[in-house]
């Protein structure tokens, strides 16, 4: 039988006014200039511009954003013993001033809320360190690393899982040791695909990341290269010709960006994006459930629709992990299993990603998915579609018995 929940699958047209919503969301449109309107073109085009430019400290939050709340300001001013605060001046000019819930500014200014530590909340939450046979590789599932290259980020997300280590604001010393590193790759053969991830391995200069992956793709044993990261959202002047060139030399070579709303796929965002993926890079997403930032269905469907029209496969939305100071911005999983069911079926296939939880203290990622199955046995599976019907498919018959006699029956004793 259907329970309430899963027969509130959504069978009627949405409402006028959210289709108008999610054709608005998927608009492409610049991040424009906003404060830099009198920066050279060629300075505004220049990442290294960007990234020394970045709004680091109060005086300019105050002076560039005039709405900043008193929540905001004490966030602010605690942020550099936690976890710093950076905005490159591109992604600065998508927050909307006039908005105090505005979803991009949510997800880069800093909050007092965010040194409310409830007791389950952890300062590692997927358990890397514990995972952990040279200092920055995490070997945690069989035949794949993730391979730390640097504490350094574009912008520093708030919800960030690794933020004990991420822009070193609270002290962690993080030291790779690429040396160590591919040593314990090279000498592993179990270990196929290597994940670069930090902090963004796109800080790094093209000739430093070539070095770092021509050394990967020379252990034979590594099939699969990835890279993780933000900077084609934060900041899209890094995607030159150059970089994409030297890029498609290590093919295969995957590359998962992370973008949470629609509004951060801009113009420029697309057409960074489009630079990756003539290059032969097949492109993923991986976003975050958050709180009044998407975990709204018109946002989320207009979010990954519009990643699929920036050639974007969305791949995973985790649910946001347990980081100290977090709560504010976790959305609940009830929600995204809500979430969930309002996309399979009712949006391309292509476009729905896996909803994953990544298990408390290192048990790795696990999918959740709202209830498809209902019920199955020997001679049958019971099925529900996206709009609530139910269906039997009759089950191959593969020879399991109906009931598994056990190997030994126990006589009970008697008395
Ligand atoms: S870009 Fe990634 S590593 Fe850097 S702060 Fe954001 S979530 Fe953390």
Redesign the pocket.
Known sequence: MLNADVSAADDHPPPPQAEAQLADLKRFASAGRGYWGRVADCDWQDWRWQLKHRITRLEQLERLLPTLTPEERAGTVLANHKLAMAITPYFFNLIDPADERCPIRRQVIPRLEETHVADWELADPCGEDSHSPVPGLVHRYPDRVLFLVTDR?A???RY????RL?SNASGYDFHPQFDRQIEYIARTPAVRDVLLS???PLLFSDEKLEDLLSRLRAIPHVEFLRIGS?IPV?LPQRITPELCAMLRQFHPLFLSI?SNHPRELTTEVRDALSRLADAGIPLGNQAVLLRHVNDDLTVMKAHLQKLLLCRVRPYYIYQCDLIAGSAHLRASVRRGLELMNGLRGHTTGYAVPTYVIDAPGGGGKVPVSPEYVLSRNRDRVVIRNYEGKIFEYPEADDGTPLFRAPARIEEPELA
């Open positions: 980020c912008a520093y997300c960030c899982t690794r933020s991420v930090g902090g963004d933000r934060f992370h």
